[in-house]
């Protein structure tokens, strides 16, 4: 009998360990709550049977243990320094370019992860035990919290692996989901108790408590992101680490990739700031740091913070207001956007009516209904976004969305996209689609067509004056039906006429961008333009061919491929073709570049570095490579010039010691014909 309920114990601690680790580690969750409950009980009752099989690290210990009588302050085996912060793009540079100054390294790589706001948390393993979590404090010394810790979501008391680490201090931080927070508000005040004030505050309290099973019901998690003393854990690189931690079942923070020199990593940056609206947790910024551990090593500390990171930080600001209405968008490329439209709230001195719910699953996973009073956040340059409802607040009026099965704009089929997020509308003439492509179509990222903006389109498309992209160069012979629509001017029109003339002599990449491919944006516009010279050309490739460029991979091949052998692209093309746009030149011989391109800037290596008054960093690079040049990152012995901004730093003395001519931006300019444009 003993060992069948040994057995039993074990499966079932086997099984929980498995179900905690696909909740909080891979957010792949396979059962309900329901059935996690009924195994995590049964566990419960076995353990209390026979209390001789009980273990310290089972998961039933998961729900706390007896109170504490109070706190124990205990000395950091290695300091938690703090972090230095930046504000702007231009700092970061300067980040950099100490970095590899300290390391003498003209590129280094580096990861990008989201600043969690929540509390910093040291969680120390023997020989892959939970023995002690320790809260920040002053840095050099903290609360010993081990008794809450245990209770806290996605911190194992075993770690997984056969030969776990004799010593491994995990760092990271403790915080409670907007969501969890969004349900403990709605508790308390179905109480009649104060709600708390916010998650981080809230989460602080709770690793405060005395007794772990308040602290349990607080639903605090943790996320991992540093590494603190360690013995026996031979890894080279940060994104190694966050793999082992996640092997031995810890979660950590998500989507950290590592990226070669600052321009690729800010790119990634960018990217993260983008994808903020899916994370259910509570961030102020992003940390920028050296992948390589002997790196880190080599460029040490400062008396308060590490050398080998830095904190990208945005103010943030945020409003409660109500959802009046929800809506669906129909974009460019057929996706249905569910958006809010709220009661106006002023954000950083913006009043906010709408907000994008992005798409379905994020719509659910937010759970807004119309009627329901939400949060409303708006960060730095970030678009604002719903953070969470306010549950407390509702009161049975509210009514549940709908998402549509047919397209709202022309009524046709919608279908989910494979292994995907977006639903879209499958017929490629939906009006919408077609107001938004052609808008996007003569944007500046695209064919640049100043005066076509969307108003003018969306009266062109209702006119029936526009229903291609080629009919936008045939609106010269339509000049008096335009003059017609209200609001629509002659000086308006005679300046629209000239700039789509204008338009026809647009290079090839912006005529790739503005065609709307899936998966193609200006810079792998680019990489196709210079890579193949003629749209022909591409239209000529296989997809495996295609695959084979540099930065373009399967997905945007296969896609590319699709659009110019469907019907509907290829009558696009021929249709643009007969208006006369520029579908590029050949790509000539190597040994005859030299001899074709008579650019100013033709086979000229250009570094650019510091803040620039004239440019955009995009610009420049535009610039240069209209005129022939190439926008490298780094200064070797083949660049024949560097562009120095405002604080140029350890690139120009670099350049100074190799003989590399130093420009301005009036340089360059003066370089390329004088002509800015």
């Known amino acids: ?25 891979e957010a792949k969750p396979i059962i309900s709550d329901l059935e996690y409950d009924k195994l995590f009980k049964r566990l419960e009752q076995l353990e209390q049977e026979y209390p001789e099989y009980d273990s310290p690290d089972s998961p039933s210990h998961k729900v706390g243990g007896e109170p504490i009588s109070g706190f124990e302050t205990v000395p950091h085996r290695l300091p938690m320094l703090s972090i230095d912060n930046v504000y702007d793009e231009p700092a970061l540079f300067e980040f950099d370019e100490r970095v590899r100054k300290l390391l003498d390294a003209e590129q280094v790589e580096y990861t990008v992860e989201y600043k969690i706001d929540g509390v910093a948390l040291a969680l120390i393993y023997e020989d892959g035990r939970l023995v002690q979590a320790v809260t920040r404090g002053d840095g050099r010394q903290g609360d010993d919290i081990t008794h809450n810790a245990r209770t806290v979501g996605g911190v194992p008391l075993r770690l997984e692996g056969q030969e776990p680490p004799a010593l491994l201090e995990v760092r990271g931080e403790a915080y409670i989901a907007n969501s969890d927070f969004a349900h403990l508000r709605a508790a308390q005040e179905a109480k009649g108790k104060t709600v708390f004030a916010n998650p981080r505050n809230t989460t602080a309290g709770a690793l405060k408590l005395l007794d772990p099973k308040l602290c349990a019901a607080r639903k605090v998690r943790f996320l991992a992101h540093g590494i603190g003393a360690h013995e026996g854990l031979e890894l080279n690189t940060h994104v190694a680490y966050l793999a082992a931690l996640r092997k031995m079942g810890l979660p950590t923070t998500p989507a950290v990739e590592a990226r070669t020199g600052i321009e690729a990593t800010l790119e990634l940056a960018h990217g993260l700031m983008d994808d903020l609206h899916t994370l259910d947790v509570e961030v102020d910024g992003l940390v920028i740091k050296v992948n390589n551990f002997d790196q880190r090593e080599s460029l040490g500390n400062t008396s308060k913070s590490p050398r080998w990171l830095i904190a990208y930080k945005w103010e943030k600001y945020e409003a409660v207001t109500q959802v009046e209405e929800i809506g669906i968008q129909v974009g460019k490329t057929g996706a249905l956007t569910p958006v809010a439209h709220l009661k106006p709230v ?92 052609l808008r996007f179509f003569a944007s500046r990222s695209a064919m640049d067509i100043e005066g076509l903006g969307i108003k003018l389109v969306e009266q062109l498309v209702a006119a029936g004056l526009l229903n291609s992209f080629a009919d936008i160069y045939r609106i010269k012979d339509r000049e008096e039906e335009v003059l017609a629509l209200e609001r629509v001017g002659q000086k308006s029109v005679d300046n629209l006429l000239a700039a789509i003339e204008k338009s026809k002599t647009q290079p090839l990449w912006r005529l790739l961008t503005a065609l709307n491919i899936r998966h193609v944006g200006s810079s792998n516009a680019r990489v196709l333009a210079d890579r193949f010279g003629v749209i022909d050309a591409i239209c000529e490739q296989t997809v495996e061919s295609l695959a084979e460029v540099d930065e373009i991979g399967p997905t945007i091949a296969e896609s590319v491929h699709t659009y110019f052998h469907s019907e509907f692209g290829t009558r696009i093309v021929e249709d643009l073709r007969d208006c006369g746009l520029n579908f590029g030149e050949p790509i000539p011989e190597a040994e005859a570049v030299d001899e074709t391109d008579e650019r100013p800037l033709a086979g000229k290596s250009i570094v650019v570095t510091g803040t620039l008054s004239r440019f955009t960093r995009d610009e420049i690079k535009e610039f240069i490579h209209m005129h022939g040049g190439k926008a490298s990152s780094s200064v070797s012995k083949k660049t024949d010039y560097l562009v120095a901004g405002h604080k140029a730093g350890s690139k120009r003395e670099k350049a100074e010691s190799l003989g590399i001519t130093i420009l301005t931006e009036e340089n360059l300019i003066e370089l390329a014909g004088g002509d800015p444009s």
């Not at 009998?1 to 580690?25: F, G, P, Q």
């Not at 937010?366 to 939400?374: A, E, I, Q």
């Not at 409802?389 to 709202?408: A, N, Q, Y």
């Open 1 to 25: 009998m003993s060992k069948k309920v040994r057995d039993e114990i074990d499966k079932l601690r086997t099984e929980l360990e498995h179900h905690n680790r696909l909740y909080y580690v």
């Open 346 to 437: 002023e954000i950083d001195r913006t009043t906010v009516s709408r907000a994008s719910l992005h798409n379905r699953d994020e719509l659910d996973r937010l759970g807004v209904m119309v009627g329901d009073w939400v949060v409303v956040e708006k960060a730095g340059k970030i678009i604002p976004h719903v953070v969470r409802v306010e549950e407390h607040r509702r009161d049975g009026s509210e009514k549940t969305f709908r998402f549509p099965k047919k397209c709202p704009e022309c009524g046709s089929d919608v279908a989910q996209d494979e292994g995907g997020v977006y639903v879209r509308c499958l017929n490629p003439a939906c009006p919408a689609q077609l107001r938004e492509s």
